[in-house]
DNA sequence: TGTACATCAGTGAACGCGCGTTCACTGATGTAC
DNA sequence: TGTACATCAGTGAACGCGCGTTCACTGATGTAC
């Protein structure tokens, strides 16, 4: 009945699930021993060697999966004919969104990328640097007047501001509309501020250069 | 000879320091053992437990010690007599060298800022609210159109891009001037993106209304 | 369709190891008189 | 200053435990003919 290879990949999930399993209860990743693993998903501890060599592999297999759902989200999470505020609020909602429906996933590489492998350390980084690459790129048509290498400085603050929220936003309660709204708000506001500034350095340095007319008599 | 006092808080001392060298070694702060640092400080396991109940105290102990070089730090890294851009660039180098000058038990704090215990984190999160509440107060100053909530949502901006650099800054070597100065330099342009968006609010949202004269459709 | 053989996911016993923690101890430092 | 006692930082043996990893195995699934 069961086709071998189907039974093969129902462990390997199963392995996967317990761990990020073991992860969302609070457990710090670097802690999770392999055997606890294989007993959660119902296997003996050496039978978790048919599917990954070590620990580590089991994270960059899910770093993988995270990969592939940056990239289906980030295609059309922006919209340069619609108004910068439209794009703040959809692209804050399809960050939210993702991260409470994955927390457990995202739990995990919220602790590997600062207390990783330098395997998984590196991983990450090269997922969150496309990450990077995107924003830039939206921004070229939502911010015109941004020379390349500002249009990456801006795109690396709003990717930190991302990163950096996320830690609150997996304390938040998943139920609570109020606590969820209100996080919403409030890192929607934080990406309306670099977004003014970022406009104001497009039109700062753009080539048709307007003068700057509110008084500002320092940065740049 | 040695008094007693002295000579356990040399021990305790030794404990700290052999704990964050295994830490500026590269490994996960979660995954060193209470006997490893007792080896390393050159005391018997049992020894350890007269100076801390376990290692999450040790951690905590060094947290403490990063509040004591904060408020200090605080203290005077802000000059709303300077210009803003002044102020960016001595805020920027004073947060560069303490990391570097104070790697490990940076590498520790940012670690446990995810991946820590709930006591861990509770005592990081209260040091870095203190830090957030002392940029909100320099920004009184520095950005007077600014309302308070306003100025909450620039602070933890900040905040916010100082720690995600964090990490990126750990790895920059120490000895490269040109990598140091090159990380500096793009820290202080993210920076200065924010405090462009903050003064374009400040403008905005002043009781002294001046109408936004560069266009922007967008935001707020 | 039936048979004989190959594959290989999962098993279960066994290993040596380092772990955190306990306990009664030692002997130098500190204190009272 | 000298003596007798208290304190307590550091010791060393011992404990039971869960760890990662090895190995030869089993038996269901897959394949060749």
Known sequence: MANRAEQKARTRNALIDSWLGIIGSGVNFASISLREVAKAAGVVPTSFYRHFDDMDELGLAVVDELGLDLR?????SFDASQSMDANIRRGVGVYQRYVVDNAESVEFVNQARTGG?????????????????????????????LKP???????????AVLLENTTA???????????????????????????????????????????????QPSAL
């Open 72 to 76: 289906r989200l980030t295609r059309g």
């Open 117 to 145: 492998t330098p395997a998984l350390r590196g991983a990450i980084d090269s997922e969150l640097s496309y990450f990077s690459t995107r924003i830039a790129g939206a921004l070229r048509a939502l911010v015109p007047g």
């Open 149 to 159: 290498s500002e249009r990456d400085t801006v795109a690396q603050l709003i990717l």
């Open 169 to 215: 936003l997996l304390a938040v309660p998943t139920k609570s509309r109020a606590l969820q709204g209100e996080f919403r708000q409030e890192l929607e506001d934080k990406m309306r501020v670099i977004m003014l500034g970022a406009e104001q350095l497009g039109t700062v340095s753009s080539p048709t250069r307007k003068p700057r007319q509110t008084p």
